[in-house]
């Protein structure tokens, strides 16, 4: 795990000619192809997600989706938000094209969401280092990898009934 | 709804009795009247230049019942002791000419209108200041002190809760005009950036979501007519600029320095958002 989110942030760094010059071609954020709609089609990294990381990954420190979302399937997680829509029934109403659109950059999807782009790497106004309020050292990873998207993906493609 | 203050903590306080004495103290129709005694204005209608807003609304409201109690009386708000130290301050020596703050201003409550007035454009400065800065100015260039208090120091924070606590009850209102225009403007760009790698503005949470929940928090419109606050989560008095370094640290972002130029226009602009409602410091919020 550690080994591979070291590669995913080098891959931005380094951008195409890495990607390409590995084994597995994982698309850096700004080579992220979105149709007009905002949608993307193709997989970041040709590996088909995990529902399960991605579950894991709706939480707080890593997406914290659920900081902005309700999601009756995560019920066990406390305190979840009201700011965006519920989450039940995504799969429904998005197909896995628009919804790694969003989850990859929303803001092409609804413009000037206040959904954040975890997928991206800028340019932003006085990014910092995670949440120490410092100035990063060097360029900023993404908020989620390249898979770590692919799972989310993944997970919100299992929510398909609408509850309440 | 009326909501009557519960003794429970005090009955075993040796204050008890003089509490009760002071009479029936409650929160009625969700209205805060501190001490009893002091009506404080928590909603009124949004200035025009926050229109987006309606109604204005203090921190205050958005607060668990038990948190806004707790701002009710003096004697449950720990904040009270940071000014209790602040009026001893006030009354001490500081500097090379033996002087206090007493010296020139017989006691804190003859400062009663300066906390709703300010950040203030200061003439002779040519600058906006906010009373932090006019304390230090006191302490410099009057009392002939070399190193005033830090501008987040725990001295100064209860030295403003003091002036706030002296000025409960009356309105913010903060000149934004003439001199003042040009720092409220930069104020007013900067509450609208979306600063840090989450792309979120002070906006996106405290105009566009107030009363909506972001995981455990209950968004109020980030109005700072009640601090410094007392956090209960921090045990500690925390000044305004110090909550504006934590809500930028919150969107992934570089924070600015407190007593910095930008967090100065910053300040004056949200405390004229809140222009109506009274000064409230120093507030309880968890």
């Known amino acids: 795990m550690r080994h591979s989110t070291g590669l995913a942030a080098l891959a931005i760094v380094f951008g195409t000619t890495f990607a390409t010059a590995t084994a597995f071609a994982e698309t850096a954020p700004k080579d992220?192809?979105?149709?007009?709609?905002?949608?993307?089609?193709?997989?970041?990294?040709?590996?088909?997600?995990?529902?399960?990381?991605?579950?894991?990954l709706m939480d707080?420190?890593?997406?914290?989706?659920?900081?902005?979302?309700q999601v009756s399937d995560l019920s066990e997680l406390p305190f979840q938000g009201d700011i965006g829509p519920s989450l039940d029934g995504a799969a429904g109403r998005w197909s896995e094209a628009q919804l790694r659109g969003i989850v990859v950059?929303?803001?092409?999807?609804?413009?000037?969401?206040?959904?954040?782009?975890?997928?991206?790497?800028?340019?932003?106004?006085?990014?910092?280092?995670?949440?120490?309020g410092k100035a990063p050292e060097g360029e900023l990873p993404p908020i989620l990898t390249a898979q770590a998207v692919e799972d989310v993906v993944a997970y919100l493609m299992t929510l398909t009934d609408e509850q309440n | 709804?009326?909501?009557?203050?519960?003794?429970?903590?005090?009955?075993?306080?040796?204050?008890?009795?003089?509490?009760?004495?002071?009479?029936?103290?409650?929160?009625?129709?969700?209205?805060?009247?501190?001490?009893?005694?002091?009506?404080?204005?928590?909603?009124?209608?949004?200035?025009?230049?926050?229109?987006a807003l309606g109604t204005i609304r203090s921190g205050w409201?958005?607060?668990?019942?038990?948190?806004?109690?707790?701002?009710?009386?003096?004697?449950?708000?720990?904040?009270?002791?940071?000014?209790?130290?602040?009026?001893?301050?006030?009354?001490?020596?500081?500097?090379?000419?033996?002087?206090?703050?007493?010296?020139?201003?017989?006691?804190?409550?003859s400062l009663s209108t300066v906390r709703g007035t300010y950040p203030k454009w200061d003439e002779e400065h040519g600058t906006v200041q906010t009373v932090e800065m006019q304390v230090q100015e006191c302490q410099t260039e009057?009392?002939?002190?070399?190193?005033?208090?830090?501008?987040n120091s725990t001295d100064m924070i209860n030295m403003v809760a003091l002036l706030s606590s002296v000025a409960r009850g009356t309105p913010v209102n903060v000149a934004i005009d003439g001199p003042a225009e040009a720092t409220w403007k930069q104020g007013e760009e900067m509450y609208y950036t979306r600063y840090g790698q989450l792309e979120l503005s002070c906006a996106n949470c405290h105009e566009d979501n107030y009363d909506n929940m972001i995981r455990a928090d209950h968004l109020s419109q980030g109005q700072i007519n009640a601090f410094p606050a007392y956090r209960l989560k921090d045990a500690a008095l925390v000044s305004v600029q110090n909550r504006f370094r934590g809500c930028i640290r919150d969107t992934m972002g570089e924070t600015f320095a407190v007593g910095s130029p930008e967090f100065v226009a910053l300040e004056l602009y949200v405390a004229s958002r809140g222009n109506g409602l009274s000064v409230e410091g120093p507030s309880v919020r968890n």
């Open chain 2, 61 to 109: 409201t958005f607060r668990s019942e038990d948190t806004q109690m707790m701002q009710a009386d003096d004697f449950d708000n720990p904040g009270m002791l940071g000014v209790e130290a602040a009026r001893a301050a006030f009354n001490s020596e500081m500097g090379t000419g033996g002087e206090s703050c007493a010296s020139c201003h017989d006691d804190p409550e």
């Open chain 1, 105 to 132: 950059n929303a803001k092409n999807t609804f413009p000037d969401t206040m959904m954040p782009s975890f997928y991206h790497t800028g340019p932003y106004i006085r990014p910092g280092d995670g949440f120490t």
């Open chain 1, 32 to 56: 992220v192809a979105f149709d007009e709609y905002g949608e993307v089609a193709e997989s970041l990294t040709g590996t088909a997600g995990d529902p399960e990381s991605g579950a894991a």
């Open chain 2, 142 to 151: 009057r009392m002939g002190m070399e190193e005033p208090y830090g501008y």
């Open chain 2, 1 to 51: 709804m009326t909501k009557t203050l519960r003794y429970a903590g005090l009955a075993v306080s040796v204050l008890a009795l003089t509490a009760m004495a002071a009479g029936a103290q409650e929160v009625v129709d969700d209205q805060l009247v501190v001490n009893g005694e002091i009506p404080i204005v928590t909603e009124a209608p949004a200035p025009d230049y926050a229109s």
């Open chain 1, 60 to 69: 707080r420190g890593k997406g914290n989706c659920i900081a902005c979302h």
